[in-house]
């Protein structure tokens, strides 16, 4: 069993930055790839990116265009998602999962954390 804390959130306005964190207890993370995820109002969540067990392999979603920047600390077991050049569209709750393979599907990650909120104001 893995335990998922995310933090970080925030309200920011448009063109601004925020890292989000996620602390990972009751299992070693580098067992898990990990992955963010986020929900807009009134959407479905969608995949944001990955990041292996290891580290050494990432994969973003199309709408990232190179803005953020997902990362982990193994010995501090946390994940980090750095996010720049935020803008209105990225307003949602994210949400970080641990699960056996890096991937883009929600239904292939077995540990999820209760979400932080980032509102973008332009």
């Known amino acids: 069993q893995v335990q998922l804390v995310e933090s970080g959130g925030g309200s920011v306005q448009a063109g601004g930055s925020l890292r989000l964190s996620c602390a990972a207890s009751g299992d070693t993370t580098s067992k898990y790839a990990m992955g963010w995820f986020r929900q807009g109002p009134g959407k479905e969540r969608e995949f944001v990116a990955s990041i292996s067990r290891s580290g050494a392999s990432t994969s973003y979603a199309d709408f990232v265009e190179g803005r953020f920047t997902i990362s982990r600390d193994n010995a501090r077991n946390t994940a980090y998602l750095q996010m720049n050049s935020l803008n209105f569209e990225d307003t949602a709750v994210y949400y970080c999962?641990?699960?056996?393979?890096?991937?883009?599907?929600?239904?292939?990650?077995?540990?999820w954390g209760q979400g932080t909120q980032v509102t973008v104001s332009s």
């Open positions: 999962a641990a699960g056996p393979t890096r991937a883009r599907l929600t239904t292939l990650y077995d540990y």
